[in-house]
């Protein structure tokens, strides 16, 4: 029996999930400077594309090698959307409930890294402190905010997945 699309897709999002989630717990219990470095988080986002494309992959293999551009961008979205929610609902608990002075020390160094940030980039004193003064008053951890950096992840992961869709669709010839 043939697999369905979303079933695929949900699959590959609750391994990406899982994945995602071990890889923030190892983080904050290695070192909580890893949440702010670029590198790791660009090295998460590449393995989000990776899973992503793999669950196109499979959704293919399983409609005979075709999807059209519909099929392929939704397997790509279900897959990110199940993911990037266990993720983040992790994220809210660990830092909400679990360990909440491990968010404070997050935000200080946020603050630190983007004071350097600000000035290498010989911006003007008033609009660094002003920067740093909303930093500053600001819970990244918030409910409202981990729901708008979800919303947001979700569109700029929803755009990679358009070009996903747009390379990766394979039209059957005999349905059309």
Same mark, same amino acid.
């Given at each position: 029996?043939?697999?369905?699309?979303?079933?695929?897709?949900?699959?590959?999002?609750?391994?990406?999930?899982?994945?995602?989630?071990?890889?923030?717990?190892?983080?904050?219990?290695?070192?909580?400077?890893?949440?702010?470095? =670029?590198?790791? /988080?660009?090295? #998460?986002?590449?393995?989000? *594309?990776?899973?992503? +494309?793999?669950?196109?992959?499979?959704?293919? @293999?399983?409609?005979?090698?075709?999807?059209?551009?519909?099929?392929?961008?939704?397997?790509?979205?279900?897959?990110?959307?199940?993911?990037?929610?266990?993720?983040?609902?992790?994220?809210?608990?660990?830092?909400?409930?679990?360990?909440?002075?491990?968010?404070?020390?997050?935000?200080?160094?946020?603050?630190?890294?983007?004071?350097? =940030?600000?000035? /290498?980039?010989? #911006?003007?004193?008033?609009? *660094?402190?002003?920067? +740093?003064?909303?930093?500053?008053?600001?819970? @990244?951890?918030?409910?409202?905010?981990?729901?708008?950096?979800?919303?947001?992840?979700?569109?700029?992961?929803?755009?990679?997945?358009?070009?996903?869709?747009?390379?990766?669709?394979?039209?059957?010839?005999?349905?059309?």
């Amino acid at each position: 029996m043939q697999k369905s699309l979303k079933s695929i897709a949900s699959n590959f999002g609750l391994y990406l999930g899982t994945a995602l989630a071990l890889t923030t717990i190892i983080a904050y219990a290695v070192k909580l400077d890893l949440f702010v470095n =670029m590198w790791f /988080g660009m090295s #998460l986002v590449i393995l989000m *594309i990776i899973v992503g +494309i793999l669950a196109v992959v499979k959704v293919k @293999q399983s409609q005979n090698g075709f999807a059209s551009f519909k099929e392929v961008f939704t397997a790509f979205f279900i897959t990110i959307l199940v993911a990037v929610c266990i993720n983040t609902f992790v994220s809210f608990v660990l830092f909400n409930f679990i360990d909440t002075d491990a968010a404070l020390t997050l935000k200080q160094i946020t603050i630190e890294k983007s004071l350097v =940030m600000l000035e /290498g980039l010989n #911006l003007p004193a008033e609009a *660094i402190d002003k920067t +740093i003064t909303e930093l500053e008053s600001q819970n @990244q951890y918030s409910a409202g905010n981990v729901l708008k950096s979800l919303a947001g992840n979700l569109v700029i992961m929803s755009i990679i997945g358009l070009i996903v869709a747009a390379a990766m669709k394979n039209n059957n010839p005999s349905a059309e």
